[in-house]
């Protein structure tokens, strides 16, 4: 699919990955970008279509859908990180994180599914992670969630497959944004990471590896668990 023309909805668009979404998307000369925000009055980029649009809330989503009946491609990039284990941490934040990290992209896409089909198909993309495929100390709710992102993306790529929409999902270690401002480690530019997904769009593949800590998790999911923990467990420490 050439981005050139394109109309675009950019969930999480006012800062950090989903910003870089939009700036990545000016360039590359699409028509029309929707951005969505909870707040809109946080919305820095100029030349967009501002969305009133919390990926949590049933009547935001119902309304950006017809809202944006053109929209062609979905971007499903926003997200939060709590921060809290599946067994000893607070179980609002758990549901937090699965409301905002799946439910929000799975409601987004049983919305504007029958909209990319009356468009063409067009192509849905899906901001995962590589903690979709193990977790850490910590992590537990966050990978929870973005597991069952990465198993909503492939199961998009199935249902959709018939309407002719493309999807994608995008799978990196650390990104430079305010998320991970604390933690130290090789950390990928938002704009590397939204080029790479774009591109993914417009060359047909199906799924991104961000980065060589993405590359690295995926190597090992042959692995045995104890194995594969080891190996990932030492990488984190050296």
Do not use: C
């Not at 919390?54 to 971007?75: K, N, P």
């Not at 590589?130 to 198993?151: R, V």
Request: proline residues 3%; aromatic residues 6%; without cysteine.
């Amino acid at each position: 699919m050439n981005l050139e023309g394109a109309v675009v909805l950019v969930t999480g668009a006012n800062r950090g990955i989903g910003a870089a979404f939009v700036d990545q998307l000016k360039q590359r000369g699409a028509r029309k970008i929707y951005a969505g925000a909870r707040d809109i009055e946080t919305l820095d980029a100029q030349g967009v279509h501002p969305l009133e649009l919390d990926v949590t809330d049933a009547d935001h989503i119902d309304a950006a859908a017809r809202a944006a009946g053109d929209v062609q491609v979905l971007i499903n990039n926003a997200g939060i990180s709590t921060g809290t284990a599946l067994v000893t941490g607070a179980e609002a934040n758990i549901r937090r994180e699965l409301d905002t990290n799946f439910y929000g992209p799975l409601l987004m896409t049983r919305a504007f599914a029958p909209v990319l089909a009356g468009n063409g198909g067009g192509a849905l993309l899906n901001v995962i992670s590589a903690l979709s495929w193990f977790t850490a100390p910590g992590a537990g709710a966050y990978a929870a969630s973005k597991a069952a992102a990465w198993m909503l993306t492939d199961s998009t790529r199935l249902e959709l497959a018939a309407q002719g929409t493309h999807v994608v999902g995008v799978h990196m270690g650390m990104v430079d944004t305010d998320m991970v401002r604390d933690i130290q480690g090789p950390k990928v530019a938002p704009a590397d990471l939204a080029s790479a997904g774009l591109d993914a769009i417009e060359s047909g593949a199906q799924e991104v590896l961000g980065d060589d800590w993405a590359r690295f998790v995926k190597s090992g999911l042959t692995l045995a668990p104890g194995a594969r923990y080891e190996q990932i467990l030492a990488a984190l420490a050296a």
